[in-house]
């Protein structure tokens, strides 16, 4: 019925900066992508704890945490077999901490007054939420699908507190509501694959009438698609700023992901400024991150074609002033052996 916070998942307190290692291959497979800053967050339950701003260099993790303690995680995933393991629960366990949070900050402040009085208990989870209570961290709801957003909205209506909706795929369905509030959201770059139309020929009428079954299927299933993939350029339209979420996007998909949002009507300046900019701003750590500017760190990708061009190759990265290179992916071709291909080198001065 009330079991410790660790087994229901709730761990507010818990930060990923104790938790980050420098040998994690995420890294390497990020950075080979042209990315040099996350923000990155524990894995796991309904409240996961602190997220921490890294750069992607380091021989070891104190040398990459740039800020600890940015932002808190929440999620709507229950417990499995202890409370809270439904919605329900889940839901209810969220108003209990939050009154239970603030009958600890009001008991602080008599406490204050009045140091007769019994001391407030120690509790690292209530202490945490506190803190979101209070304005000092932002807390990121990850809601992917249309029933979390409306979810979410309904406890920051009843508890009075600010959400960051994070890592939407559905967010297309409620735009209005989104613009509404004024905040910035982090959109999912976990794209569904790809559909690829079915090619039946068949003469029987019951045929032909199945063909057409499929066809009305296929075409609700075309939209839905649609709606997902150009998701970030219907926010962007509609005034919504954002920056991208990679929680679930394994770093092979990411550029393929990015490409098709950018063939769906997002255009390359906000794609880039999802990447860059507009996250730095959330953060707030503009005066170090987000573009290339004299103080700021040195962050730089290049690239053998623009960025977001197909067939484009990240060939060097410079992150926080280390410099990683990178060989280009070799085309397939009929020279099997090699012959005549030079490989080509960044070696040397440049200006531009």
């Known amino acids: 019925a009330n079991p410790p916070y660790e087994m229901a998942g709730i761990m507010p307190h818990a930060e990923a900066a104790d938790m980050i290692s420098a040998e994690d291959k995420d890294i390497e497979a990020f950075r080979k992508l042209g990315i040099t800053a996350v923000q990155t967050a524990p894995y796991g339950g309904m409240l996961r704890g602190q997220t921490a701003v890294i750069i992607l260099a380091g021989e070891q993790a104190s040398d990459m945490i740039l800020i600890e303690e940015k932002a808190m995680v929440s999620t709507f995933e229950d417990a499995g077999r202890v409370f809270p393991a439904t919605i329900m629960g889940v839901m209810t366990k969220y108003r209990e901490l939050f009154g239970q949070a603030r009958q600890l900050l009001a008991h602080e402040e008599v406490y204050e007054e009045n140091p007769a009085m019994p001391r407030p208990s120690s509790d690292e989870a209530l202490e945490s939420i506190a803190e979101v209570i209070e304005g000092e961290m932002m807390m990121l709801m990850v809601a992917p699908g249309i029933k979390d957003l409306y979810r979410a909205m309904t406890l920051e209506r009843d508890m009075d507190v600010d959400f960051i909706m994070a890592n939407i795929k559905e967010g297309w369905r409620m735009v209005d509501q989104l613009k509404a509030s004024g905040k910035p959201v982090l959109v999912s770059t976990d794209l569904p694959k790809e559909l690829k139309e079915e090619k039946k020929k068949d003469e029987d009428e019951e045929a032909e009438e199945m063909d057409e079954e499929a066809k009305a299927l296929m ?31 394994k770093a092979s998909d990411l550029r393929g992901n990015l490409q098709r949002m950018i063939k769906a009507g997002l255009t390359e300046e906000t794609a880039l400024a999802a990447l860059t900019t507009t996250p730095a701003e959330m953060l707030g750590v503009s005066n170090v991150l987000g573009t290339v500017e004299k103080g700021k760190i040195a962050n730089l990708v290049i690239a053998d074609k623009p960025y977001f061009e197909e067939g484009s190759n990240v060939r060097m990265v410079i992150a926080d002033g280390q410099v990683f290179e990178f060989e280009a992916k070799k085309k397939k071709s009929g020279n099997k052996s090699g012959e005549g291909i030079k490989p080509e080198s960044l070696a040397g001065k440049w200006s531009y």
């Open 219 to 249: 075409k609700r299933k075309k939209e839905t698609y649609d709606s997902f993939v150009g998701q970030a350029a219907t926010f962007a339209e509609a005034g919504i700023p954002f920056a991208f979420s990679t929680m679930g996007t």
